[in-house]
């Protein structure tokens, strides 16, 4: 299970994203915004920042303007690694060094084309482990 976020300008990217997910046989919930009207991105990522800590969803996808607000937000949560990507070389880091669990989307600054690709990176690519393990175990605060 998947679960997307996003606010009121991810909205429109995260329809593309959701139809991508639906033909690509991947099964989602979505957290909301359900409409273009302007709103608060924290009242999206905190839902499902939660969801994928109790592992309620596998893997997150979250998208606001930038991307960085609901970045900050996500990331607050101890059990969250929300990665930014905005290239597919990115995000193959995103996965083999930093074992992402959100991917974040920018859903002013890229075309439905490269958050595809972006997603399906994210969705397939594994975890290096290793070094990469003992740096990640040190990213929550003591
Ligand atoms: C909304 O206008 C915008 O500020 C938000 O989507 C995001 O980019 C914030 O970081």
Redesign the pocket.
């Known amino acids: 299970m998947i679960g997307i976020a996003s606010?009121?300008?991810?909205f429109e990217l995260k329809q593309h994203v959701m139809q991508w997910l639906a033909q690509h046989g991947y099964e989602y919930k979505d957290f909301g915004t359900y409409t273009a009207e302007?709103c608060d991105?924290p009242d999206y990522a905190h839902p499902l920042a939660f969801a994928v800590e109790r592992g309620e969803c596998e893997r997150g996808i979250a998208i606001?303007?930038?991307?960085?607000?609901?970045n900050?937000a996500l990331n607050k949560h101890q059990g969250i690694r929300a990665a930014l990507c905005w290239a597919p070389e990115v995000t193959v880091l995103a996965r083999g060094h930093n074992d992402a669990n959100i991917v974040v989307l920018?859903?002013?600054y890229i075309a439905p084309e490269t958050a595809y690709e972006i997603l399906q990176i994210f969705l397939t690519a594994p975890f290096e482990g290793g070094r990469h393990k003992r740096r990640i175990d040190k990213i929550p605060v003591p």
């Open positions: 606010d009121h300008a991810g302007s991105y606001c303007g930038t991307g960085i607000g609901i900050m920018p859903g002013r």
